[in-house]
């Protein structure tokens, strides 16, 4: 990894900037190319006001967004504390533009890295040490510490939006996905060199049950598939007619792809096993999930990090000697309100779960 001046810009996962208002504009003007997407990008940040209102008791410290997107969450993370610095990862350098733009006011209290939310350990470890730029809170000398995590998964909104992405079944362009457009597999290429038994079992997995063969299979024989409307074409043909309910079926076809294509339960499980080592004490995590799968995942962690691996039956005193790493502040998991759900439609299968390491 390795970390670049205010105004390069490379195309590989360790692009690092920080956005004071003089680096803001060496930034901006070294992605000129980048510039009208950053202009268009609109993401409504989900579950906001429970996600500041999540943050407000956790120490002095750097909050790392690990998935910064446009940075409304972390815009009103810094509004509402004026004592805490961020760490914005995305893996998508166009989310990076626009939440430069976004959060160049806040200056030194905020450090941007085109990075995987897996890295996160390391990343941390570098900015912590000096090695790469760390965020700046006026009034403290020593680095400070992560007192917060926070990782709203999935895809943004200009992401799904951009037909040239790749994303979007109801939109045709390219059999793209990829949330880094500067390296991996595109779709169009993880398809042509999966299996048969293995794309059936994603599928499966992405809950595409009863049809889930007859669709790995169709799609297989269509190769080499290089348009999202190619692929939402041959879904339709492999689904009897009776149990076609057009977008139904496309749109877990897309999501099964998305996971893959971009590792995401892996990138998940890393982030959460990384995180609650890297927190100080009273620091929280927070993750917003919109697939059952990684709300699972999210869950049980949360639980077995609560219960410190402790053996003994539920209904009794633990004498096994675990020793809890900390509190699960959500007993279940928060969801949008019916107002929240009817603006932004987007909210509507989010699941947000909090973590607080002990004191
Ligand atoms: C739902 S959006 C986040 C929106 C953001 N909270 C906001 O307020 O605008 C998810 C973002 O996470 C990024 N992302 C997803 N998986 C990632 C990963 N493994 N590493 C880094 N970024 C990731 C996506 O590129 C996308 O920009």
């Given amino acids: 990894m390795r970390s670049l001046s205010i105004d390069t810009v490379e195309d590989q996962t360790s692009a690092l900037f920080t956005v004071g208002p003089g680096s803001l504009h ?24 429970e996600v500041t209102e999540l943050f407000t008791p956790v120490p ?15 815009e009103a993370l810094l509004e509402a504390r004026s004592d805490i610095g ?5 893996r998508d350098e166009t989310a990076l533009r626009a939440a430069g733009r976004r959060l160049g006011v806040f200056g030194s209290r905020v450090v941007m890295q085109h990075a ?14 000096g090695v790469t730029p760390w965020p700046h809170v006026s009034g403290t000398d020593e680095p400070l510490g992560v007192a917060g995590i926070l990782a709203d998964l ?11 992405r790749g994303f979007s079944f109801s939109q045709d362009g390219p059999f793209d996905m990829r949330m880094d457009e500067s390296q991996g597999m595109t779709a169009s290429a993880f398809l042509d060199q999966v299996t048969l038994d293995e794309l059936t079992a994603i599928l499966r997995e992405n809950g595409e049950g009863r049809f889930a063969r007859r669709i790995a299979k ?32 496309a749109s877990r ?3 099964a792809f998305r996971i893959s294509v971009n590792s995401e339960m892996s990138e998940l499980s890393t982030l959460l096993e990384a995180a609650v080592g890297l927190l100080i004490p009273e620091g929280r995590l927070v993750v917003i999930s919109y697939h059952s799968g990684e709300d699972a995942m999210v869950k049980h ?38 107002d929240e759900i009817a603006a932004n439609p987007r909210a509507r299968s989010a699941r947000l779960r909090c973590f607080e390491v002990a004191s």
């Fill in 26 to 49: 060496s930034t901006m003007t070294s992605l000129v190319g980048g510039l009208r997407m950053a202009q268009e990008f609109k993401h409504q940040p989900v579950l906001r006001d």
């Fill in 60 to 74: 002095t410290g750097v909050i790392v967004d690990a998935t910064l997107g446009g940075a409304g969450h972390s």
């Fill in 86 to 90: 961020i760490l914005g990862l995305d």
């Fill in 116 to 129: 995987r939310f897996s890295a996160i350990s390391g990343i941390v470890e570098q900015g912590r040490q």
């Fill in 154 to 164: 999935g895809v943004s909104s200009p992401q799904i939006d951009s037909a040239e």
């Fill in 218 to 249: 169709a799609l297989l024989e269509a190769r080499p598939v290089s348009t999202t409307q190619e692929v939402v074409d041959v879904v339709d043909r492999a689904v009897p007619k009776a149990n076609r309910r057009r977008g139904h079926v």
């Fill in 253 to 255: 076809v897309f999501q």
């Fill in 301 to 338: 962690l949360f639980r077995s990090w609560q219960a410190g691996g402790c053996t003994c039956p539920s209904h009794l005193p633990c004498v096994c000697g675990a020793v809890s790493l900390g509190t699960v502040l959500t007993k279940r998991a928060v969801v949008a309100s019916d």
